[in-house]
């Protein structure tokens, strides 16, 4: 794995340098969004050979 890309409702939001985890805390990534409604995010590997892998979809709730 060379890098993670996240994706919010289908539009490619950042991409993220692949780090080996050597501690327990999980990968984080923050943003801020202007809106409080709902979202579908999805997170992609991708290897050096430019293929990927992708999460399930992942929805978030609107916040009320």
């Known amino acids: 794995i060379v890098s ?3 994706w919010r409702d289908q539009k490619k939001v950042t991409e993220v ?3 080996p985890q050597i501690t327990r805390r999980p ?3 923050e943003e801020a969004i202007p809106d409080k ?3 579908v995010y ?3 590997a991708l290897d050096a050979a430019g293929r990927s892998a ?3 979809e ?3 709730p ?3």
Do not use: D, G, V
């Open 4 to 6: 993670y890309e996240i």
């Open 17 to 19: 340098a692949y780090r």
């Open 27 to 29: 990968f984080l990534f």
């Open 37 to 39: 409604s709902a979202h």
């Open 42 to 44: 999805q997170i992609k």
């Open 54 to 56: 992708a999460t399930a």
């Open 58 to 60: 992942l929805p978030l």
């Open 62 to 64: 609107a916040i009320a």
